[in-house]
């Protein structure tokens, strides 16, 4: 059964940083692309990153490009996105998501809240 | 990278066949035949139910059926039950290996 697992949300002042993980099982990890993806509260999903199945090739939305940073540890099974000078607007439940952009993403995760707020 | 345009909301009556449509640009939609469609139950993860335009995933019912005609893709729902009370969202590659989400429709039974 394919499960990913994010941690590390929580609460952050304007400013900070933040770095979410995700534990992924149930699948051949290093052969996948991945993803992730947010949803601001009561708002609809946005596309944040992607990252290739060795980890050279990555993609930002507009908007965090510059900010966030999106890896990949093929040896731990585990997908990373570190958010830096977070703002407010970056308040959102965040999902760590499977699939290439041309097939579609197949697998979410139960994701996780991050809150930028003073 | 603005987001792909969905209406709202659509609703219909139990059995009734509804259609969510999406529309792109000729750098999206227009461009790759990579749309696909999400529900979203409330307080849940989006889960995928349909992907390549027209491809149901594995255990995905046959209600769901979509189509691409131009820059506009479109989700028909046939034969609407109440557990399809949902939102739904579309999703497109995008120039380089991006991707671009819907604005999302909420979908009412009557």
């Known amino acids: 059964e394919v499960q990913l697992v994010e941690s590390g949300g929580g609460l952050v002042q304007p400013g900070g940083s933040l770095r979410l993980s995700c534990a992924a099982s149930g699948f051949t990890f290093s052969s996948r692309w991945m993803n992730w993806v947010r949803q601001a509260p009561g708002k609809g999903l946005e596309w944040v990153a992607n990252i290739n199945t060795d980890g050279s090739e990555r993609y930002y939305v507009d908007s965090v490009k510059g900010r966030f940073s999106v890896s990949r540890d093929n040896a731990e099974n585990s997908l990373y996105l570190q958010m830096n000078s977070l703002r407010v607007d970056d308040t959102a439940v965040y999902y760590c998501?499977?699939?290439?952009?041309?097939?579609?993403?197949?697998?979410w995760g139960q994701g996780i809240l991050v809150t930028v707020s003073s | 990278q603005s987001a792909l345009t969905q209406p709202a909301s659509v609703s219909g009556s139990p059995g009734q066949s509804i259609t969510i449509s999406c529309t792109g640009t000729s750098s999206d939609i227009g461009a790759y035949n990579h749309v696909s469609w999400y529900q979203q139950h409330a307080g849940r993860a989006p889960t995928l139910i349909l992907y390549g335009v027209t491809n149901r995933p594995s255990g995905v019912s046959s209600r769901f059926s979509g189509s691409k005609s131009g820059n506009t893709a479109s989700l028909t729902i046939s034969g609407l039950q109440a557990e399809d009370e949902a939102d739904y969202y579309c999703?497109?590659?995008?120039?380089?290996?991006?991707?671009?989400f819907g604005t999302g429709t909420t979908v009412t039974v009557l």
């Open positions: 998501t499977r699939g290439a952009t041309w097939v579609g993403i197949d697998y």
């Open positions: 999703s497109s590659k995008t120039s380089g290996i991006t991707l671009v």
